[in-house]
């Protein structure tokens, strides 16, 4: 099997086509309006400096992506019905990618079961083969000392991550310390590279529905085959992708195009936190998940398209 589905993105530098972006639109606007099904997986309930409150179903105390009550749910035995359909894809996964992976997009964009989606990630991304190719790798990573400058800042930067999610609220709480420890992990696996603020979010909501193992090969993936060069030093990969999508704006909104051209604001000044935190950070958080299941399948495509 290869190391991607056969819709993710070209290497770096090979633009999306753009009528096909274009053309997409529609479809992938009506797959964001319905709802997702289920909470996230594995919360930490230490909650330091909150009053104790209900969370919503994807583990949110508050704060902008907390969803309330309001959300609408799919019926049981359709939610029951899908999952039994991925779980007969996973059972003949090379099968489905090489010959119906068309079917495997349909799904994808229908949204992943929220009790399956941590396994069709690591399906999609292909993040699970890399773990079984590497055991043991994780724990020799977390064992290692780490280079201090990166440790420091990652420090730093734990408290900022989801602070109204019931995983990442407690200071030093079971959220904070896995995100820690995949984070640090990356930085010794890919010492060229180091650590990158925007790989926090990311990380985080890899680690709402994963152990940390699992989340850190999913890290991997993402950094290394779907966004590669995103995450490194002078973010010339993001400057890049912003020409792109500049580009795609001026066939898809000439108007606004022309208004931000003679404002003189530039596509990195906007663009840089949803691409590079793949929408977590700015989307309703049922449409981040939907994003998401889109994005394991097609890769960087359903980024400029959403």
């Known amino acids: 099997m290869s190391s991607l589905g056969p ?15 274009l053309d997409s639109v529609s479809l992938m606007s009506g797959t964001l309006e319905s709802l997702d099904d289920g ?9 330091n400096g909150l009053a104790l409150r209900k969370t919503d179903k994807y583990g949110f105390l508050g704060g902008s992506q907390y969803s309330g009550s309001l959300e609408s749910s799919i019926p049981v035995d359709v939610a029951r019905q899908r999952e039994l359909k991925w779980l007969e894809m996973f059972s003949n996964w090379d099968k489905w990618l090489s010959r119906r992976f068309q079917k495997v997009k349909l799904r994808c964009r229908k949204g992943i079961p929220s009790s399956l989606r941590a396994k069709a990630w690591q399906y999609l991304s292909n993040s699970k083969e890399l773990l079984e190719q590497n055991p043991g790798k994780f724990e020799e990573l977390e064992r290692a000392p780490g280079d201090p400058k990166w440790l420091d800042v990652i420090e730093k930067d734990l408290h900022r991550q989801f602070p109204f999610h019931e995983m990442f609220a407690a200071r030093g709480g079971h959220g904070q310390q896995d995100l820690y420890r995949i984070l640090k992990a990356y930085t010794i696996y890919r010492p060229d590279e180091g650590y990158c603020q925007a790989q926090a979010p990311v990380a985080a909501v890899l680690l709402m529905h994963m152990p940390a193992e699992q989340a850190f090969w999913c890290l991997v993936q ?12 002078g973010l010339e990969a993001i ?29 990195v000044l906007y663009m840089t936190e949803w691409f590079m935190c793949i929408f ?10 939907r994003v998401w299941d889109m994005f394991f399948c097609e890769g960087t495509f359903v980024v400029f398209t959403v």
């Open 239 to 267: 400057q890049l992708d912003g020409e792109i999508f500049f580009a795609l704006l001026r066939r898809a909104s000439p108007l606004a195009h022309r208004h931000l051209r003679r404002q003189r604001i530039d596509p």
């Open 7 to 21: 819709g993710i993105s070209g290497p770096r530098g090979q633009a999306p086509d753009t009528m096909s972006c």
């Open 39 to 47: 909470s996230s997986v594995g919360s930490d309930s230490e909650i």
């Open 280 to 289: 977590a950070r700015t989307l309703p958080w049922a449409s981040v998940l």
């Open 222 to 233: 993402i950094c290394d085959k779907y966004l590669p060069g995103y995450y490194s030093a």
